[in-house]
């Protein structure tokens, strides 16, 4: 906090010297473009002069530095977070972060950027094992699946439809997990395989991949049956009628579970 005062200050009405009788404080926002800097870790070599007068050849022994996320390159874990925090929570493409990094002074192709991800995902690999043990340990999970575009997969041309199953814990659980699984189809053997040694209840959209599976008992979505009674009321020349009742028995549900403690 900066603070600024008035030196010698003095009455305007008699010229006596005044007091300080208080503070006025005021807030203002400051924000910080993206700061990129750069670490430099300097290894000392060792060599051994009594070999290198009496021998043919002598070693040169170089200190170690601390390990590296990527081996061999210039990305550190606060760098390898900020590009996967950008592309998969901020929604930024990599071509945009290019241009981002290029106003702070760093050049660097999207390729770089491309293969820092990848990477993450690898690193990050045990703690997604943690997760699905956890994730599975509920009684309870949400599922659903969406089609998303490849472009470049082998086998698979790019207007084949792949799949990103999203595998949730419900908001009321204390340490919640969601977990994205790739996979090139829609069919029953994906979750059937993800969620294999998980028993309970599985709340879905009503897709067939969901049922048949051993220990899963598939229920369904309220915000999935609600929309079906509002399309009906929207068709209906008279806004009254069982549609009506069904959205007011929906809408008394979703009140019981916003108490809390219910």
Not at 65 to 94: F, H, N, R, T, W
């Amino acid at each position: 906090m900066k603070s600024y005062v008035i030196e010698a200050p003095t009455c305007l009405c008699c010229g006596h010297d005044m007091h300080a009788c208080g503070e006025q404080i005021s807030e203002q926002v400051k924000i910080i473009p993206e700061k990129i800097s750069v670490i430099k870790h300097k290894q000392t070599k060792y060599a051994c002069r009594e070999c290198e007068a009496t021998s043919i050849s002598s070693s040169v022994v170089t200190a170690s530095k601390p390990a590296q996320p990527i081996p061999g390159s210039i990305a550190s874990p606060e760098a390898l977070a900020a590009v996967v925090v950008a592309k998969y929570c901020d929604a930024l493409p990599l071509y945009r972060l290019t241009d981002i990094f290029a106003r702070g002074g760093l050049e660097i192709t999207r390729g770089t950027l491309a293969n820092w991800c990848i990477k993450s995902a690898e690193l990050l690999s045990p703690l997604i094992a943690v997760m699905k043990t956890h994730l599975l340990a509920q009684s309870t999970l949400c599922a659903d699946e969406t089609t998303i575009q490849v472009l470049d997969e082998k086998d698979r041309t790019a207007q084949q439809k792949s799949y990103m199953w999203v595998y949730r814990s419900t908001e009321y659980t204390a340490k919640p997990v969601v977990i994205y699984d790739y996979q090139p189809s829609r069919a029953r053997s994906c979750p059937k395989s993800f969620l294999a040694g998980f028993a309970g209840y599985l709340q879905c959209d009503g897709y067939s991949a969901y049922e048949n599976i051993d220990d899963i008992i598939p229920v369904g979505c309220w915000a999935h049956a609600r929309r079906k009674f509002h399309d009906a009321l929207t068709a209906q020349p008279k806004k009254t009628g069982k549609a009506t009742v069904a959205l007011n028995y929906i809408q008394s549900l979703y009140a019981i579970e916003k108490k809390p403690n219910r």
